[in-house]
C-alpha cells in the first residue's frame, strides 16, 4: 500500500494543478479562428466517432497542423510535449513512450489500427515506434490508461495510434500534386529528404512517397559534446490507394517500408561492456487491405474489415569488451499476418454496438552466428528465439455505448482473448496457451454546458509473449516456465474536461493495481526462470490546457505526476517518471506566419528503485531536472512553399529524459523547407 505521506503529496500535486487549469480557464478570450471552433474528433478510445470533449477516456491527441508544424525527423519526436507521454531514448535511433509509467512492450501501438506491437517485444524500452517515417504520419491519438477490451494484449499503459495520411478530397475529373521537402538540423548534421506525390482519378486516389535520412553524432548540451556512436542512415517508402465507389464504401490498400541502417544502442557501448552494438538490419513493413462501408445490407450500421501483413527485421551485432576477436550477429525475422473486423449497430435511441474480433499470428525465421574476426571462422548459436516458433493470438470483444439520460451516458464493454506459442528449442518441443476475459466501464456526466465529469474502470492485461517464454532459456542458466499466464491491471480513474470554441482543458487522476507482473527469478543456486511474482500500484494526475486570447495570441501547456511502488517490498517501482510536462505561447501574426515560444520541464527524480539504482543509464542519485528554452517559426511565403525554423535548447543545457542512454541536443537549429508542384 501506498502510505499517508504519499496521498498527502499526491493531493497536493492535484490541488496544485486544478488551480492552475481553473485559472487557464477563467481567462478573458477574444474571437477565434472558425476552424478553431470544432471540437476534435477521436475514433481510436472507443474505435466509432466521438467528440474528444464527450469521450469518457483520458485521450491526447495531435492533429495534422501540429504534426506538420513540429520540425520533427523522428515519429517519436512528434510525441515529446505530448499531455500524459513522455519519451526515454536509449539511443538515438530509439524513442520509447512512457504512459502512466510503463513503458515498451506494456503500451500498444498501432498503425492505421494493426498492431505494431508483436510476440518479439521485449520488457522495457524499445526502438519500434522510430521505425514509422514521419513523413506518412497525419495525426497520431493517445489512449491513457487500458484499452484491452478493444485492442487486447499489451495495452496496459495506454494505445499509440498513429494514424497515416491518405486521400480525402476526389475533384472531378481529378487533380495531381508533388510535395517536395528537406530537413536539416545541426545537433547531428542531419539531412533528410522526402519526395511525395498525391492525386486522384474520379473516385481512385492515392498518396505516396519516399524518404531519405542520414544521421550524424549527436552533440548533447553543456559538456557533453559529441555522442559516439549516435549516427545512422534510413530509407524510405510508402503509397496508399484508396477508391470510395460511392459516398458508404471505400477500400483502402497502403504499404510502407523503413530500413534503418547501423543503428547503434548508444548506452551499451558508453555506460555498458560492449565495444559495438548495432542493430543491423532494422527493417519494418507493412502492407494491408481495408474495406470500410456504411449502411450495410440493411444490417451493420457500419463496418471495417482489414487484412495486413506486418514484417519486423532486427539484427543484432555485438562485440564485447571481454572477448574483442568475437562478433555475434543475430537475426530475428519476425513475420505477422492479421485480420480484423469492426461493426457497429444503433439500437433505438439510447445504445450503439461497436463489436469485432482480431486474429494475429508471428511466424519466428531466427539465426545467430559467432564470428571470429581474427580468422573469419563463423559457428552457430542458439537464436533468443528458436527458428521456426509461432505465436498466434486472437480475441472478440463487445462494447454498448447507453444513453441514460441527456446528461449521463456510460459505455460498457468486454473481451474474450485467447493466445498460445510453440517452439522447438534444441531437442525440446516446448509450447503454452492461455485465456483471459476482460472488462471495462466508462462514464460521462454533462455537469454544465462546458464542463463533463469523466470518469471510469477498467482492465487491462499483457499476454507473456515469445520474450516471456523463450528469452534466455539454454536449460543451464535458465528454464523455460510453461505456466505464465497474463500480466493485468485494474485501473480507476476520474477527471473533468472543459470546453468552449476558445478553450480546452482537462485534469485526470488515476489509480491503477498490477497484478502477476513477470519478472526473472532465481529458482534454485545458479538457475533463473520467468514468474508471474510481482504486484505494482502506479497513481498519478495528468492535466492539459490551450486557450486563445485572440485571434492571434494562444497559449497552452500540460503536466504529467506518476508514483509507483511494489506492493511487497514498498519500494519504488522501475522506471517511474518524474514530474513533467510543457508549456508553450504562440503568435499568429497573419494566416501565412506564426511564431512560438515553449519549454519542455521535468523535475529531479530521486524516487528509484533497486533496479534503476544499478540502470547506468541514471546517473547517481538520480536523474537531473530540466526546463529548456525553444522558440519555432512557420512562415508561408507563396501558395505554394513553407519553411519551419526551430532553435532547440537555446541555453544548451545538458538534460536527458529519466531512463534515456543518450543526452538530448544542445543548441540545434532546425529547418524545414516544403515546395508543392501542381
Known amino acids: 500500500m501506498i502510505s499517508t505521506r504519499s496521498y498527502t503529496v499526491l493531493l497536493c500535486k492535484v490541488k496544485i494543478l486544478a488551480q492552475c487549469l481553473a485559472l487557464a480557464l477563467s481567462f478573458p478570450v477574444g474571437s477565434v479562428h472558425a476552424a478553431d471552433a470544432e471540437p476534435e474528433v477521436v475514433v481510436t478510445a472507443t474505435r466509432v466517432e466521438r467528440q474528444l470533449f464527450e469521450t469518457p477516456h483520458a485521450v491526447s491527441v495531435i492533429g495534422d497542423r501540429d504534426v506538420s508544424e513540429s520540425n520533427a525527423s523522428r515519429t517519436p519526436d512528434i ?52 521505425t514509422i517515417d514521419p513523413g506518412i504520419v497525419e495525426r497520431i491519438e493517445v489512449v491513457r490508461g487500458p484499452a484491452s477490451v478493444l485492442y487486447g494484449s499489451d495495452a496496459l499503459g495506454g494505445v499509440i495510434n498513429v494514424i497515416t495520411k491518405r486521400r480525402t478530397e476526389f475533384p472531378k475529373p481529378g487533380k495531381t500534386g508533388w510535395m517536395g521537402q528537406l530537413h536539416a538540423e545541426t545537433a547531428d548534421q542531419q539531412w533528410t529528404a522526402r519526395a511525395q506525390f498525391e492525386g486522384n482519378i474520379g473516385n481512385f486516389g492515392w498518396v505516396g512517397g519516399v524518404s531519405a535520412k542520414t544521421f550524424e553524432d549527436l552533440r548533447g548540451g553543456g559538456e557533453v559534446g559529441v555522442q559516439t556512436p549516435t549516427r545512422y542512415d534510413e530509407l524510405g517508402g510508402d503509397i496508399k490507394f484508396n477508391y470510395r465507389p460511392d459516398s458508404k464504401q471505400e477500400w483502402i490498400f497502403a504499404h510502407q517500408t523503413t530500413r534503418q541502417y547501423d543503428v547503434p544502442k548508444t548506452s551499451e557501448v558508453t555506460l555498458g561492456s560492449k565495444l559495438k552494438f548495432n542493430y543491423e538490419p532494422q527493417l519494418r513493413s507493412l502492407s494491408y487491405l481495408e474495406y470500410r462501408a456504411r449502411d450495410v445490407l440493411g444490417v451493420f450500421d457500419g463496418m471495417k474489415l482489414n487484412l495486413s501483413f506486418n514484417r519486423q527485421k532486427e539484427g543484432e551485432e555485438i562485440i564485447a569488451r571481454s572477448a574483442p576477436t568475437i562478433e555475434t550477429r543475430e537475426i530475428t525475422d519476425v513475420k505477422t499476418s492479421g485480420i480484423t473486423g469492426e461493426f457497429t449497430n444503433k439500437v433505438g435511441a439510447t445504445h450503439r454496438l461497436a463489436y469485432g474480433f482480431d486474429y494475429y499470428t508471428d511466424s519466428f525465421d531466427t539465426e545467430k552466428r559467432s564470428i571470429d ?86 482492465q487491462g492485461y499483457r499476454a507473456p509473449n515469445m520474450e516471456d517464454f523463450f528469452g534466455r532459456v539454454d536449460f543451464v542458466s535458465e528454464i523455460p516456465n510453461t505456466q505464465l499466464h497474463p500480466e493485468k491491471s485494474l485501473n480507476r480513474e476520474i477527471g473533468v474536461k472543459y470546453y468552449s470554441p476558445q478553450t480546452s482543458g482537462d485534469i485526470v487522476l488515476f489509480d491503477a493495481d498490477y497484478d502477476d507482473l513477470i519478472v526473472r527469478t532465481t529458482v534454485s543456486p545458479g538457475i533463473k526462470q520467468r514468474q508471474n511474482l510481482k504486484r505494482a500500484t502506479i497513481r498519478g494526475v495528468e492535466a492539459g490546457v490551450r486557450h486563445a486570447f485572440t485571434t492571434q495570441w494562444s497559449a497552452g501547456g500540460n503536466l504529467t505526476y506518476t508514483r509507483g511502488e511494489d506492493k511487497d517490498t514498498q519500494q519504488p517501482l522501475q ?4 514530474l513533467y510536462g510543457v508549456v508553450r505561447a504562440r503568435y499568429d501574426l497573419t494566416s501565412t506566419q506564426w511564431y512560438e515560444v515553449y519549454s519542455n520541464w521535468a523535475q529531479k527524480q530521486i524516487r ?36 519551419l525554423i526551430s532553435l532547440e535548447n537555446i541555453g544548451n543545457i545538458q538534460y536527458k529524459t529519466h531512463g534515456s542512454g543518450v543526452y538530448a541536443s544542445g543548441l540545434n537549429l532546425a529547418v524545414t523547407w516544403r515546395s508543392l508542384l501542381k
Do not use: C
Open 79 to 130: 510525441l515529446s510535449g505530448t499531455e500524459g507521454v513522455l519519451i526515454q531514448k536509449t539511443n538515438v535511433g530509439g524513442g520509447a513512450p512512457y504512459i502512466r509509467g510503463l513503458i515498451g512492450k506494456q503500451v500498444l501501438i498501432l498503425v492505421d489500427g494493426v498492431r505494431l506491437n508483436n510476440s518479439n517485444y521485449r520488457y522495457g524500452p524499445h526502438q519500434y515506434l522510430n
Open 373 to 458: 574476426l581474427t580468422t573469419g571462422v563463423a559457428s552457430d548459436v542458439a537464436p533468443g528465439t528458436p527458428d521456426g516458433a509461432k505465436y498466434t493470438g486472437w480475441g472478440i470483444y463487445a462494447q454498448d455505448e447507453i444513453v441514460l439520460s441527456r446528461r449521463i451516458e456510460v459505455i460498457a464493454g468486454v473481451r474474450y482473448a485467447h493466445f498460445d506459442a510453440k517452439g522447438t528449442l534444441g531437442a525440446n518441443a516446448l509450447s503454452f496457451s492461455g485465456d483471459k476475459l476482460t472488462g471495462s466501464l466508462h462514464g460521462l456526466y454533462r455537469m454544465a454546458p462546458n464542463w463533463n465529469l469523466v470518469g471510469g474502470i477498467a
Open 575 to 578: 522506471r517511474i517518471p518524474p
Open 608 to 643: 528509484l528503485s533497486p533496479e534503476d539504482l544499478t540502470d547506468t543509464r541514471i546517473p547517481s542519485g538520480g536523474t537531473p531536472g530540466y526546463a529548456t528554452l525553444n522558440l519555432r517559426a512557420g512562415f508561408r511565403p507563396s501558395r505554394d512553399q513553407e519553411w
